[in-house]
């Protein structure tokens, strides 16, 4: 299995990451790597054998609905570059 | 060219929790900015999520209810976009393994037939945050308190062929989530939102044509007029000769059209994967048992005993079977006062316009229904008439008394000493010898005239029918 520079281009524009051009090549060659690892584990025939979601075999536990957590607000909002009237401030995004 | 719409929905309803889905967060709407955001809400790191029970319950009680399969097993999966309302990157929803898969819901289009619509799954999930867009000096605002609130999404089969259909589906499941009590139904507040995926193909067609998604439609008007305007503005595209295009719209209801969202992402891809931080949710068979031990009559089942038992118009056992509380409250009334038909016409026509004027769920009525339906008794049983229980009932509603009490204070007993009312029909004969000509030369209509002069001398209090009788008699004679 081999990537494409503009399928790693599209990845890193997904995952919202920037990429040199020139760097483009060489993660082609390291994320094929993987797939190809993958693709040795895919060779296994593992019909009749139910997918795994998670390593433990172990049920998800359930919390009572409770409220349970006290809110600081001015605390959580330390660490934001930006506020105003309890709202996080971000660049202007328009639908 | 004919065509035929094929339109499917995908309604959030926002399940009725105190907690959030993921953490113990409150969930109250209309609070001040990010106070109802925790540390989990707002994807700090290090932190996990735990999923709420009563999440998992309401769901489960709505898959009993559709006659769904409750999966035994299912599996939280993360969908991967970049958005300022989402802080961790993701929303943990589920994607393989829903927790709710199939069922069917009855419509009942407004003048067409009443047929079941499937329903493909429904899955939990966590909601975003909101972003506000205006007065932040160019920037936007994000309030995050809405993350992290639990929502049912249940996504129809594409089985609907017209807006009509569309908005009946989405009311059958307005009133089932609230019936249910999972969901509070409240569409301002943004508690049940609808997705429309509309496509058109040429009748008789099997294949499906390109579908565009119209997003967020938050009142039945809308999904009724952007769906209507999306198949016009389809087929249009099509007998032009175009070619439909797979995209996201926006309903605009200044304009009544709908216009592809600005993004800049060229495709979806959510890239979804099973989520590490939460193990497969095994719903125990016990919470399946006591949710279908608890399931009430459910509002189809409870209307068609309406029209079986009392006898009523399929109409009106809607009106009252659809609202548990109405329903509740109407089958006290039949049965305290013993005549479920008045009791029927009651409750649907003046406590409704009552409540209504007041702007007041019937849960609160100033007239409970044992003292509706004593009112209603007094009627039944020829103590009063239904014009003089009107004003009973005002000044029950005001004064928060019995109806007994109201009819022997007032004095508005009904006159039903045929006496006495022989005596009030001889001096309204005297006293319109004219009217009296005039009704035995043929105008029978008159006899309305005489009924009013009557009622009005007892101010009300005759038995129409029988001073109707009496002046008959007396008249023809």
Not at chain 1, 32 to 55: C, K, R, W, Y
Not at chain 2, 227 to 238: A, F, P
Not at chain 2, 308 to 336: I, N, W
Request: hydrophobic share 40%; proline share 5%; with cysteine.
């Amino acid at each position: 299995m081999s990537l494409s520079d503009e399928q790693v281009s599209a990845i890193a524009e997904l995952a919202r990451l920037s990429v040199p051009r020139d760097a483009l090549r060489g993660l082609a060659q390291e994320l094929s790597a993987i797939l190809d690892f993958v693709a040795q584990m895919n060779a296994v025939d593992t019909s009749g054998v139910e997918p795994m979601a998670h390593p433990q075999d172990v049920p998800q536990r359930l919390r009572p609905d409770e409220v349970t957590e006290t809110i600081d607000r001015a605390r959580y909002q330390a660490v934001a570059p930006a506020v105003s009237h309890g709202l996080y401030l971000v660049p202007r995004v328009i639908e | 060219m004919q065509w035929e719409p094929v339109i499917g929905l995908e309604i959030h309803a926002q399940l009725s929790t105190r907690s959030k889905i993921f953490s113990g967060a409150p969930t109250a709407y209309g609070a001040e900015p990010n106070t109802q955001a925790s540390l989990i809400d707002l994807g700090f790191p290090g932190v996990l999520p735990v999923l709420n029970e009563a999440a998992v319950r309401l769901a489960v009680r709505f898959g009993l209810a559709i006659g769904a399969t409750v999966a035994r097993r299912s599996i939280f999966a993360r969908k991967n976009y970049f958005y300022p309302d989402l802080p961790k990157g993701y929303q943990i929803s589920q994607y393989e393994a829903p927790v709710v898969v199939g069922g069917s819901l009855t419509i009942h289009p407004e003048g067409g037939e009443s047929r079941r619509i499937g329903i493909t799954r429904a899955h939990l999930e966590e909601d975003a945050g909101k972003s506000l867009h205006e007065d932040f000096q160019g920037m936007t605002g994000i309030d995050l308190n809405r993350a992290g609130t639990p929502l049912l999404e249940i996504v129809s089969e594409p089985e609907m062929h017209s807006a009509r259909e569309a908005v009946a589906y989405m009311r059958a499941l307005h009133v089932l989530v609230r019936y249910l009590r999972i969901c509070d139904g409240n569409m301002q507040e943004g508690s049940f939102r609808c997705d429309a995926n509309v496509s058109v193909r040429p009748k008789g067609e099997a294949a499906f044509g390109t579908r565009t998604e119209i997003k967020n439609l938050n009142s039945f008007r809308f999904v009724e007029r952007a769906i209507q305007y999306e198949i016009e503005r389809q087929i249009d595209v099509l007998e032009g000769g175009g070619t439909v295009v797979q995209e996201t719209r926006l309903y605009d209801p200044d304009r009544d059209e709908t216009r592809p969202m600005r993004t800049k992402e060229e495709a979806n891809d959510y890239r979804y994967f099973p989520d590490p931080d939460l193990l497969p949710l095994v719903v125990p068979e016990a919470m399946v048992e006591a949710e279908r031990q608890a399931l009430p009559e459910l509002p189809e089942a409870r209307k068609a005993r309406f029209v079986e038992d009392y006898g009523l118009k399929p109409a009106d056992a809607m009106q009252l079977a659809f609202d548990r509380d109405t329903a509740d409250y109407y089958e006290a009334v039949a049965r305290v006062c013993g005549d479920a038909r008045l009791a029927a016409n009651w409750v649907n026509v003046e406590l409704a316009a009552a409540l209504n004027r007041e702007g007041l769920d019937v849960a609160c009525s100033p007239v409970s229904a044992e003292r509706l339906g004593g009112l209603l008794a007094r009627i039944a049983d020829g103590t009063i008439s239904g014009k003089i229980a009107k004003q009973v009932f005002e000044k029950m509603w005001t004064e928060g008394t019995e109806a007994d009490v109201i009819i022997e204070r007032e004095g508005l007993r009904q006159i039903t000493d045929t006496g006495a009312l022989e005596a009030l029909v001889e001096e309204v004969i005297a006293a319109n010898p004219k009217q009296v000509e005039q009704y035995r030369a043929g105008k029978g209509k008159l006899l309305g005239f005489f009924v009013g002069q009557v009622m009005k001398a007892t101010q009300g209090k005759a038995n129409p029918a029988q001073v109707n009788q009496l002046l008959k008699k007396r008249l023809d004679e």
